[in-house]
C-alpha cells in the first residue's frame, strides 16, 4: 500500500496552497463577492485577502499568519479582514466555488449536493485491519464505513428492499 500511495502522489503536482487559490480566483472570480463595506469596491490587495480567507479556514488567526507570510503584517490583515470579510461576503464567496464545482460533470459521483460530509455518519465494522491502516483523526485507525443518506439512498433498490434498515 505505501508503494502504491507513494506512485499515485508522483502523479500530482506540488502546489502551494495561494497558488491554487489565485488560479481557482482566476476562474471563478469568487474574490469579486469580497466587497468593501462602504464603498463595495473589490480589494486591491488580493494576496492579503487570500490570507485572510486562509488564515480563518485553518483556525491559523490573523497574527500567526502574518508571522507566516513575508511582508505580510498583523495590520494590514486585520484591515482587510474588517472591511471586505464578513458572513455575507463569505456566503457569497462560497457559494460561488459551489454553483461551480456542482457543474462539473464529476461531482455527479458525490451525489445532488443536498448533502454535506457533516451530514454522514460513521459506522464501525468488525473483523480485522492492518496494523498499518490508515488513520482516520476523528475515528482512529478501527475499520469502518463513513457514509450519508443521500449515498445510502443511491443503492439500488433491490439491495434496500433486502436489506431493510
Do not use: C
Not at 496552497?17 to 464603498?39: C, K, Y
Not at 492579503?48 to 483556525?59: E, M, R
Amino acid at each position: 500500500m505505501e508503494e502504491f500511495t507513494r506512485r499515485v502522489y508522483a502523479y500530482v503536482p506540488f502546489i502551494k496552497l495561494t497558488e491554487l487559490m489565485l488560479e481557482v480566483d482566476t476562474s471563478i472570480r469568487f474574490s469579486r463577492h469580497a466587497t468593501h463595506l462602504q464603498s463595495g469596491a473589490t480589494p486591491k490587495d488580493i494576496t492579503a485577502l487570500y490570507a485572510v480567507i486562509l488564515a480563518d479556514a485553518i483556525n491559523l488567526g490573523l497574527t500567526r499568519m502574518a508571522d507566516a507570510v513575508p511582508g505580510m503584517t498583523f495590520e494590514r490583515l486585520a484591515w482587510v479582514a474588517d472591511w471586505y470579510v464578513r458572513e455575507d461576503t463569505y456566503t457569497k464567496m462560497l457559494a460561488e466555488i459551489v454553483n461551480r464545482l456542482q457543474q462539473h460533470p464529476f461531482a455527479a459521483n458525490w451525489g445532488t449536493g443536498t448533502t454535506s460530509s457533516s451530514d454522514t455518519q460513521w459506522f464501525p465494522s468488525g473483523g480485522r485491519r492492518n496494523a498499518r491502516a490508515q488513520v482516520n483523526a476523528k475515528y482512529g485507525r478501527g475499520p469502518g464505513l463513513k457514509t450519508s443518506l443521500e449515498q445510502l439512498r443511491s443503492l439500488p433498490k433491490k439491495a434496500r428492499e433486502e436489506n431493510p434498515a
